[in-house]
């Protein structure tokens, strides 16, 4: 016993006495070698006892375990500090303990963000009290990232997840997953790491919120202003007799009510930055028609319209395109209060059954824009790059502005076509 630690000798004392009396000898402890130094052994043995139940030897093995039992600590404080990292960070981690994505343990925040108890399996796969997910999509167990990573064995990375957890409560997250190997290269679980960007995300809602309300706002302003003009431009028109004057007055105001309209439609609507073209064409249309035609149902408009979403950058010239082709064809097409039709047809180019059309060689147009009436036509000589009308001069130069392209063909009444894209902002 002179080489046993002074603080094991109780112990050692114990354990040796246990033995004497049948029961096994298994202990580590520490001694103190010759030369003073410190080591931990592991001693194992077994009393031999006589026929009289006397102990005559004993038989057993001493080994030093000095370095196992270091590497263990050392292993153990790690394992600690690991463990403590993981709790005070704040990231939720997620870690995949097979390689089906069944068993999924947190850390701390993990189980926060998951509102769930230390240790507890909270794969989606197992647990069905939460829901995912990704840019309005609900996403299945198998979706998610921590999942994903184990399944196929990839790394996901910066995903945004949306969470509804138990209680009600939203959390959205962004983060990433990989996988896990054994030895030999086989996915044997995964690791995933998420913030909480919930603060943020819905500080963004509101701000865009707001900003989509004030935006409207200022459309709705817009409208009315412009609608003010619209009404002084009608009170300035009173003062004078002249049929030239009045109906450059009428023209000035239909042009300004066609782009009221837009502002008009931009703040009614659900965007605040695109306009249902279809919808507002046929308030345009219906607006012109009880302009011109007071009192009169000799001329039928038909309109063909797919629905179709443009920006300001768009709508706006292509607003007053149709403005000054309808005006048109209801002051010139049909003299004489004679019958008609005028057709307003907005389609896909792809929906478009007109294939000689030279427009369509020129550029990859998306939209097409047809107005056209079976009046008695334009004539052939007319030449819309030199045309000293202002309507159609302004027709041209929007089109310029919308890069698009015009044609006009008059075999039957009068056709416009009109090839464009939707203005990227």
């Not at 410190?38 to 077994?46: G, T």
């Not at 009290?129 to 309005?136: D, L, P, S, V």
């Not at 998420?194 to 459309?219: N, S």
């Not at 027709?395 to 392209?405: P, W």
Request: proline residues 2%.
């Amino acid at each position: 016993m002179n080489f046993v630690h002074p603080e094991d000798r109780d112990y050692v004392d114990k354990a040796v006495k246990e033995a004497l009396n049948g029961k096994p000898f298994d202990i580590d402890y520490r001694i103190i070698s010759v030369s003073g130094e410190e080591h931990i052994v592991h001693m194992q043995f077994k009393v031999i006892f006589s026929e009289q139940n006397v102990p005559i030897r004993i038989k057993g093995i001493i080994q030093d375990i000095t370095e196992h039992k270091h590497l263990e600590e050392q292993i153990r404080q790690r394992v600690e500090e690991l463990e403590l990292m993981m709790d005070v960070v704040p990231v939720a981690i997620f870690m995949g303990h097979d390689s089906q994505g069944q068993n999924i343990t947190g850390n701390k925040k993990a189980n926060e963000y998951s509102e769930a108890e230390i240790g507890e399996n909270i794969s989606a796969s197992i647990t069905h009290t939460r829901r995912f997910f990704h840019k309005g999509r609900e996403l299945l167990a198998e979706e998610l990232p921590v999942q994903q990573a184990a399944l196929k064995d990839i790394d996901v990375r910066d995903v945004e997840i949306d969470y509804l957890l138990p209680s009600g409560q939203r959390k959205v997250v962004l983060g990433s997953a990989s996988p896990l190997h054994d030895s030999e290269g086989h996915v044997r679980g995964s690791v995933g790491a998420f913030v909480d960007i919930t603060e943020r995300i819905e500080t963004e809602e509101a701000l865009e919120k707001m900003q989509g309300t004030h935006i409207k706002e200022i459309h709705h302003r817009i409208k009315n202003n412009l609608q003010i003009i619209s009404s002084l431009l009608s009170l300035e028109a009173e003062k004078y007799s002249d049929t030239k004057v009045l109906e450059s007055f009428k023209n000035s105001q239909n042009r300004v009510t066609s782009m009221a309209l837009i502002h008009e439609e931009l703040y009614k609507g659900k965007d605040i930055d695109t306009i249902d073209f279809a919808a507002y064409l046929r308030k345009l249309t219906a607006d012109l028609l009880d302009s011109y035609l007071v009192g009169s149902d000799n001329i039928t408009l038909i309109l063909d319209l797919e629905q179709s979403h443009f920006n300001m950058d768009t709508a706006i010239p292509l607003g007053i395109i149709v403005n000054e082709l309808v005006s048109n064809a209801l002051k010139h097409a049909f003299p004489d209060r004679r019958k008609g039709e005028i057709l307003v047809a907005l389609k896909r180019t792809e929906n478009f059954t007109i294939y000689e059309d030279e427009c369509r060689e020129k550029g990859n147009f998306q939209h097409v824009l047809t107005v056209a009436d079976n009046g008695i036509g334009f004539p052939d000589e007319i030449d819309l790059q030199a045309a000293e009308s202002l309507g159609l001069q302004l027709i041209y130069v929007l089109i310029e502005q919308i890069d698009g392209c015009i044609e006009l063909k008059t075999d039957h009444g009068t056709n416009f076509t009109i090839w464009f894209n939707n203005l990227e902002k």
